[in-house]
C-alpha cells in the first residue's frame, strides 16, 4: 500500500493558506493550529518554515503592500505617486478580510535588513525628487491614513453610520488629497 505523500510546504503557499483561513475565519480565527489543518500537516511541519503566528501576519501584511506598491498608477511627481499608493493601498486593504487590522497588529518580518527595507519603499519617491527621509516621513502618513480609513471602511456599523453622513469614497478622496497636498515642497 502506498503511503500518502505530505503536500510540498514554503512560505509562499503559508502565506496563501493564511490568506484563505483570514477570509474564513477572520483574523480572530487565524491560528497555526488551524492553518496545518488546512494544509493537512501537524503544526509542528509549519515552523520548518516561518516562526510563529507573529511571523506569518507580517508575511501577509507584506504581501498586501506588495500588492499596493506594486498597483501604484505611473506619476510624474511624488505627489501624484503619493495619491496613488493611498488609493491603491486602501484597495489592497480591502481585498482581504481584516487587511487593514492585520498590517495595523504585524510585526515586520526580520527580512530584508531595515535600511534595505527602507531603501526599497523610498525609491520610487527617490526617484521622483524627494530625500529618503521625507520619502518615508510622507508614505507613513499616507499609510496612517489609508488605515485608519480602511479600518472605519471594514468595520459594517461604523461605515453604515458614516455612509449616511457623508460619501465615505468622495471623503477618502477629499482627505487623501487634502493630505498629499500639504507635504511641504522642501
Known amino acids: 500500500m502506498a503511503r500518502r505523500q505530505a503536500p510540498l510546504l514554503d512560505r509562499e503557499r503559508l502565506v496563501a493558506a493564511g490568506f484563505a483561513q483570514l477570509e474564513e475565519d477572520g483574523l480572530e480565527g ?3 493550529r488551524r492553518l496545518a489543518a488546512r494544509l493537512g500537516v501537524q503544526a ?3 515552523y520548518w518554515h516561518i516562526g510563529d503566528k507573529a511571523e506569518l501576519m507580517g508575511l501577509m501584511a507584506r504581501a498586501i503592500y506588495a500588492v499596493a506598491y506594486a498597483t501604484v ?3 510624474s511627481d511624488w505627489r501624484g505617486w503619493l495619491y496613488g499608493f493611498g488609493r491603491a493601498l486602501r484597495t489592497s486593504f480591502a481585498a482581504h478580510r481584516d487587511g ?3 498590517c495595523a497588529t ?3 518580518p526580520s527580512q530584508p535588513s531595515r535600511a534595505e527595507h527602507a531603501r526599497q519603499i523610498s525609491a520610487p519617491l527617490l526617484a521622483l525628487g524627494l530625500d529618503q527621509p521625507r520619502a518615508l516621513s510622507f508614505q507613513a502618513s499616507v499609510i496612517s491614513f489609508t488605515l485608519g480609513w ?3 471602511e471594514a468595520n ?3 461605515h453604515d453610520y458614516l455612509d449616511e453622513l457623508l460619501d465615505f469614497d468622495a471623503s477618502f478622496e ?3 488629497l487634502a493630505l498629499v497636498r500639504g507635504f511641504p515642497a522642501d
Do not use: C, H, I, Q
Open 100 to 102: 487593514a487590522r492585520l
Open 106 to 108: 504585524a510585526k515586520e
Open 30 to 32: 487565524l491560528s497555526m
Open 174 to 176: 477629499t482627505g487623501l
Open 156 to 158: 459594517g456599523p461604523m
Open 44 to 46: 509542528p511541519a509549519l
Open 73 to 75: 498608477p505611473e506619476a
Open 150 to 152: 480602511a479600518s472605519f
